[in-house]
């Protein structure tokens, strides 16, 4: 029941995108297409349920033992880039067809902040899933990244989808591009208001 | 001198990081929820530019090609650190408003993006007044961003409150934010950029 | 290359250290400070604070803070939370020995903006908490109980509730007066519907 409610909250909810605005630079640069979008949150899926399993394990073990939580900022982000590079030489070696897909995005992962972000939010923000607030451990935190992410795609192929359609149609000149991207965000963000109080 | 004004004024209009260059979306769109927490996480980047663009363009021609953005990092991270640390101490109250935005400053893309496309190439003098103007132009637009949203969602002005009771509240939740910035954003296109 | 590195890594790391040196006394006084701020508000003034005590009752822990006079205990200020409408709901409240609720302030919110998190400003909720007898129901009106919810915001103001009446069975337990804490979590589903 647990996982349940972190699983909707985390993708309704409490969605990374249009709630928490976290990864807002890639999923308005990359969500011009609907396979960008799709390879993007392919991508970032992969890095942040894997890099919020090393973060945990690096601040649980490293820094909380030895009191070095001041340095979780640096420590954190040189664990994300160094695993986005060992992801992208593994990928590249075990299977090519999938660094296809996802190898052009790997690169602009490590300055996403959603994956910072996420793992920052695990190790430092008590929750309260219908039970107790305490602090994620190592199973609902894989858990809480991973929904998360699937949030990300969510948000991110409904938004590509929506601004496929735009294109072919005549905004006014001021607005074209960017504004009239965001003013659809805010639209769909009044959307996902509605799951709001639901956990 | 005129070089160097204009080096600062390049940050408000033409380099603007949140009209023009769209850069750090995240902080932008999530800390603006008043003028004062706008003007505050604008600071704060202000601080990082000024101090890793200083600190890179000192160290620039010693560190080999390869490694360069690691390097960078570090030093992005370490005056992050500084921050989180400074603001802990003296200022808890505006740390503990704008929360996680304030390590994410790391991953704020003005912040790398002025590292590779400034800082390396110049010196420490230049890269400081680099530093301050497009990190007082991210602050100007965060404030005026803040400063629409809380007059249309609470009906005050840097907390000084003009109409009595609320405004519309979706202005200060998450689809305001998206909405002011749009707007904003075709404000600028059409009377701003040349 | 790797020399670079570690270089980098060594003197950033070293510079932390001394601004974490530097700060850490600042940093403890500011939170001490904080701490102190919130309990001297929810409990009669002229008491000597008590170290935090933990309570683990069930799967729930409480911290609390005893406030005395010449041996004789003036007051509990209980660190109460419970979930929100947006997440964890934290509180600082103050519980004289008889039962009495002498204040409550919030320590941390996620609420709505200008619905929910009224709860920590809202006037006539605020100072309805002020000495809060042990004779009323800690309820909402409508749930049959005696506490004013927050217009449109009933499952913060039932949470907020929820909070208080949690505390104040800490209290009763401390005080011998009852064999178990009767706390819930709340937010559960027959909170549904507000």
């Known amino acids: ?199 | ?194 | 290359m790797v020399l670079c590195l570690t270089a980098v890594c060594l003197l950033c790391g070293a510079l932390l250290g001394l601004v974490y040196a530097a700060t850490g006394d600042a940093i403890q006084a500011a939170s001490l400070k904080a701490l102190q701020a919130s309990i001297g508000q929810v409990l009669p003034e002229g008491g000597e604070i008590s170290e935090a005590v933990t309570l683990e009752e069930e799967d729930q822990t409480f911290e609390y803070y005893v406030s005395s006079k010449d041996g004789k205990t003036l007051g509990y200020a209980v660190k109460s939370v419970v979930s929100g409408f947006g997440g964890p709901l934290t509180l600082m409240v103050g519980v004289l020995p008889d039962g009495t609720v002498y204040n409550t302030s919030v320590l941390s919110h996620s609420e709505t903006p200008g619905l929910g998190a009224k709860c920590a400003t809202d006037p006539a909720f605020v100072a309805q908490w002020k000495g809060f007898p042990a004779s009323k129901a800690l309820k909402l009106k409508k749930d049959g109980g005696d506490v004013d919810a927050i217009t449109a915001s009933t499952i913060t103001s039932r949470a907020y509730t929820l909070a208080v009446a949690n505390a104040v069975a800490v209290v009763a337990f401390l005080e011998g007066k009852s064999g178990d804490v009767d706390a819930s979590t709340g937010a559960s589903s027959e909170n549904w519907g507000g």
Not at chain 1, 60 to 71: A, D, I, K, N, T
Not at chain 1, 115 to 140: P, Q, R, W, Y
């Open chain 2, 1 to 194: 001198m005129g070089k160097k004004i204009s080096l600062i004024l390049d940050g408000f209009v033409r380099n603007n990081p949140t009209f023009v260059l769209v850069l750090g979306m995240c902080p932008t769109l999530a800390t603006t929820t008043s003028a004062v927490n706008g003007l505050a996480m604008g600071l704060a980047t202000l601080f990082v530019l000024v101090f890793s663009n200083m600190a890179i363009s000192a160290i620039a021609p010693m560190v080999p090609d390869k490694v360069h953005i690691p390097v960078y990092i570090v030093v992005i991270a370490t005056f992050v650190t500084v921050l989180q640390l400074l603001m802990q101490a003296f200022v808890p109250s505006v740390y503990a408003t704008l929360g996680l935005f304030i390590p994410l400053i790391v991953v704020n893309c003005i912040v790398l993006g002025r590292a590779e496309a400034f800082a390396n190439k110049n010196g420490v003098v230049a890269s400081a007044l680099d530093g301050i103007g497009v990190g007082l132009g991210f602050t100007v637009s965060l404030t005026v961003i803040g400063i629409v949203r809380e007059i249309l969602g609470s009906g005050s002005v840097f907390g000084w409150k003009f109409i009595a009771g609320d405004g519309i509240l979706a202005f200060v939740m998450a689809p305001g934010a998206f909405l002011v910035l749009g707007y904003l954003m075709a404000l600028f296109n059409k009377y701003l950029k040349k």
């Open chain 1, 1 to 199: 029941m647990e996982y349940f409610l972190i699983i909707i909250s985390a993708i309704f909810v409490n969605n990374i995108l249009l709630a928490q605005f976290l990864g807002i630079c890639p999923f308005l640069g990359v969500s011009n297409r609907l396979s960008t979008a799709t390879g993007m949150s392919g991508a970032v899926c992969f890095v942040i349920t894997l890099a919020t399993v090393v973060t945990y394990l690096v601040n649980r073990y490293l820094l909380v033992p030895f009191g070095l939580e001041f340095l979780q900022t640096i420590a954190f982000i040189l664990v994300i880039a160094s695993l986005v590079q060992i992801v992208e030489i593994v990928l590249k070696k075990i299977s090519p067809s999938l660094y296809q897909a996802l190898g052009i995005f790997l690169p602009l992962i490590t300055t996403n902040c959603a994956v910072l972000g996420v793992a920052i939010t695990v190790v430092s923000k008590e929750f309260t899933f219908g039970g107790a607030a305490h602090m994620l451990n190592l199973g609902e935190a894989v858990v809480y990244a991973f929904a998360t992410s699937l949030g990300y795609g969510l948000a991110m192929v409904l938004f590509a989808g929506l601004r496929e359609h735009l294109a072919s149609n005549n905004v006014p000149k001021m607005f074209r591009g960017l504004p009239i991207a965001l003013i659809t965000v805010s639209i769909m963000a009044m959307a996902f208001l509605g799951f709001s109080g639901m956990v």
